[in-house]
């Protein structure tokens, strides 16, 4: 995914994405009261892919309202166990 402006609103939902590549732009959950996972996949071969490039000052991640959460994290990565 490549976000050269504008904003990619989760919305309340989980994606997941090979790369994302940001030179400006948001990267938003707007919906109250949820949680969004944005998973980076990556691939394989001669041209891996399993980065967040962020370029430029102009770069945001956020979640407008104070009782919604944006995760971001590798599809390898493991999850804490739920206490």
């Known amino acids: 995914m490549i976000l050269n402006a504008g904003a990619l609103d989760l919305n309340g939902n989980s994606q997941g994405v090979d790369m994302i590549s940001m030179t400006n732009g948001i990267l938003r959950n707007s919906a109250d009261t949820t949680s969004s996972t944005l998973t ?4 394989g071969g001669s041209h891996p892919t399993n980065a967040i490039t962020l370029t430029g000052a102009s770069c945001t991640f ?4 104070t ?10 990565q493991r999850q804490p166990a739920a206490s």
């Open 67 to 76: 009782n919604a959460d944006l995760q971001v994290g590798r599809a390898d």
């Open 40 to 43: 980076v996949a990556g691939t």
């Open 62 to 65: 956020d979640t407008p309202p």
